[in-house]
């Protein structure tokens, strides 16, 4: 038997793997239930970096995993902190995405369509 952790799409499983003699597989097929497939943490992805020219110091991250389903705001605008400034949909759910705090939009590092994690940087404001 040996183990090995396969990564899917950023989602890391571990599984393991019986060997046969000659590599060739077993005449009949055991009678052992499939083994489940233990979800590992997958490692970190970098965060992206703000988009250069006036980005903000203030971070609108994704509360959820999804995609970029609306920008409600542009860059230069106002907001007061709990505003929307991007909405996501995840499993048919529009989710709001607000802002932390009250600033003025410094850019929008998303597009309508994207795929974003939870974390994921979509604003920054000022």
Excluded: H, W
């Amino acid at each position: 038997m040996k183990n090995y952790t396969i990564t899917v799409n950023g989602t890391a499983y571990d599984v393991t793997v019986e060997e046969t003699e000659g590599g060739a597989a077993p005449a009949a097929p055991a009678k052992k239930a499939a083994p489940s497939l233990a979800k590992k943490a997958a490692p970190a992805a970098p965060a992206a970096a703000p988009a250069a020219g006036g980005a903000g110091s203030i971070r609108v991250e994704a509360g959820a995993a999804g995609k970029v389903f609306k920008l409600d705001t542009k860059v230069g605008d106002t907001v007061k902190k709990g505003d929307t400034v991007v909405t996501i949909e995840a499993m048919k759910m529009e989710i709001p995405v607000v802002a932390p705090q009250d600033g003025t939009v410094a850019s929008i590092d998303c597009a309508v369509g994207d795929p974003c994690e939870a974390g994921a940087l979509l604003a920054t404001l000022k």
